[in-house]
């Protein structure tokens, strides 16, 4: 499942006394879990490009050749994410546009990826930070998820997109990842409480370390505002981040250890 979040965070909650303002506006609990997250990074930005144009290159298989420029097009989707102004009137000196994805539709597209400036361009992305993958149990259901943080576009919300699928159990889809040449490279436990109100989902999440927040999701700004509202919060109250920038804004890291336990 691929779906598209948009999201925001209450910080500093009083989580006793914030249930109970939601209980008596109406809100149901739809559930109260402990949660249980692995994290896991890609493979190297870098490292994906160069196995890619090496496959572009072969030149005796027309599947293997098509297979890899799509391979191509969704690396460049997940690099023209990352770049900075900077990066984009760096990429414009190289190859005449500030955006990657282009580059696919080019006839002379080999010759681009060969071009040593355009390598060198190349060689700056690493891991990607904004994007990994998560296993997760939460109760008896256990899921893989790769989160992908786009461009915000000039807005101050953070758009994620989360392609999701349910698996057997947490041990498998680690064994999985394992298999596939992946270690993972933190967990972390979390406490989640879930309460509806007017059909919005509010998340109470509670980590290790850090006072309780709220997550408030919805399609846009304006279907955040109303909810928002209802809670006795504005925009200005909020924060749109993952967890991680959450522990950062507490002079704190969740990955200072492997392992993030109560």
Avoid at 180 to 188: H, P, R
Avoid at 200 to 226: A, F, H, R, S
Wanted: aromatic letters at 10%; charged letters at 35%; a neutral charge.
């Amino acid at each position: 499942m691929k779906r598209m979040e948009l999201e925001v965070k209450i910080l500093d909650i009083k989580k006793d006394a914030f249930i109970k303002k939601i209980k008596a506006q109406g809100a149901t609990l739809k559930g109260e879990v402990h949660q249980y997250l692995y994290t896991y990074d890609l493979p190297t930005i870098y490292g994906r490009f160069i196995d890619i144009r090496e496959q572009i290159k072969d030149h005796e298989s027309d599947i293997k050749v098509e297979t890899a420029i799509e391979k191509l097009k969704l690396l460049f989707f997940e690099l023209d994410n990352l770049l900075t102004e900077k990066d984009k009137k760096q990429l414009k000196e190289i190859v005449g546009m500030n955006n990657t994805s282009s580059l696919c539709t080019k006839k002379n597209l080999l010759e681009i990826l060969k071009n040593p400036r355009f390598i060198r361009f190349m060689k700056k992305f690493h891991n990607n930070s904004k994007k990994w993958i998560r296993v997760r149990q939460t109760n008896e259901k256990a899921t893989i998820a790769v989160k992908h943080i786009l461009a915000d576009n000039g807005t101050s919300l953070q758009q994620m997109l989360e392609t999701e699928i349910e698996v057997p159990s947490i041990q498998e889809a680690n064994n999985l990842l394992e298999a596939l040449g992946f270690a993972y490279k933190s967990y972390q436990e979390k406490e989640r409480v879930t309460y509806v109100l007017d059909g919005y989902e509010l998340d109470i999440d509670t980590w290790p370390g850090i006072p309780t927040y709220v997550e408030v999701e919805g399609k846009d700004e304006k279907d955040l505002e109303i909810i928002l509202k209802k809670l006795g919060y504005t925009m200005e109250d909020t924060v749109s981040c993952t967890a991680d920038q959450v522990y950062e804004k507490y002079g704190k890291s969740m990955f200072d250890n492997r392992e993030l336990k109560f």
